[in-house]
């Protein structure tokens, strides 16, 4: 796979609030894996969820950081608005009564793009959708969990920031992070990372001078976008400074992936993550999940860490 097969969506991740709960609606629900079961690194008082496919493929991955007591974020400008994962066309059905019968916020079926659009909630109230997609039936799927592969998702499909002005935004998109724009629908543009199939699409909603957002539960935290290596993510960094200004803060080793951040000129956080090294550097993929993992300048205080998080059933 060259560099330019590896643009799109990386990882989303997003702030909930109890951690079971969060867990729970996520692995059972929507029958996402646990791929990793780590703490937030500048906050190892919490926890730290991945959820994906099988292996936590980059395009697939769903953080979150639990905290029991957080208020609810409002969503405004500056923000995403929507998370968006895709199923295989057929699902929609299936997806639509599994929401009624398992009480989950959503919205009648809609069209967006051509395509059939169901937008949900989780319990914090998040924003998610599910995209019916042609043609993706036989790509793998997770079926550890409670939804037959047949239905379950396949990665993200895309995510939808609701911000003032596309254009600014779109520059980043479009210069820097390997996408170009395909497509406009009323108020939102989209813009998508070339051939790439799983997370490569990114719609921008533009709303004017709207309400500014508030962070809390519900909210998106951070978008990552995918580099292949060190060298393409240093190479986007410089780009961001060279021809727009945006400085990004000092690599980051985040065990799983290496990382830069930057506001983008919307207001929505934006990271840059490798794809390497992956999810199975401290564990076989055949037991993502299943053990707490800490970086390694935590390991000395493991029993402090654990007795310190919320149990888990």
Known sequence: MTAS???????????????????????RILGLRLVKKTVNFDDPG????????????PGTILTFFPWEYVAAGRLGVGETQETVFRVPEGAIGYWTHRFIEKGVA????????????????????????LIGVPGIESEPAWSGGDVPAQFAMRGFHSVKL???????????????????????EGQIVRYKAGATGIGGIVDIHEAGAF???RMGGGSVHHIAFRAADDAEELAMARKLAENHGLQ???????????????????????EIATDAPGFAIDEPVTSLGRSLKLPPAYENRRREIERGLPELA
């Not at 643009?7 to 692995?27: C, E, K, M, S």
């Not at 002005?165 to 497509?183: K, N, Q, Y």
């Open 248 to 270: 990004t803060t000092e690599q980051r080793d985040r065990n799983y992936f290496r990382s830069v951040y930057f506001r983008e000129p919307g207001g929505v956080l934006f």
């Open 211 to 213: 309400l500014p957002g």
């Open 5 to 27: 097969t590896r643009h799109g969506i990386h990882h989303v991740t997003a702030i909930a609030g109890p951690a079971q709960r969060n867990l729970d609606f996520y692995t």
């Open 106 to 129: 959503h919205d009648s079926p809609a069209r967006r793009f051509g395509e059939t659009i169901v937008s949900f909630r989780d319990p914090d109230g998040m924003r998610l959708a």
């Open 162 to 184: 609701l911000l003032k002005d596309a254009a600014p935004t779109g520059a980043i998109l479009t210069d820097v992070l390997g996408f170009s724009e395909v497509g406009r």
């Open 46 to 57: 919490t926890y730290h969820f991945y959820f994906g496919d099988e292996a936590g493929s």
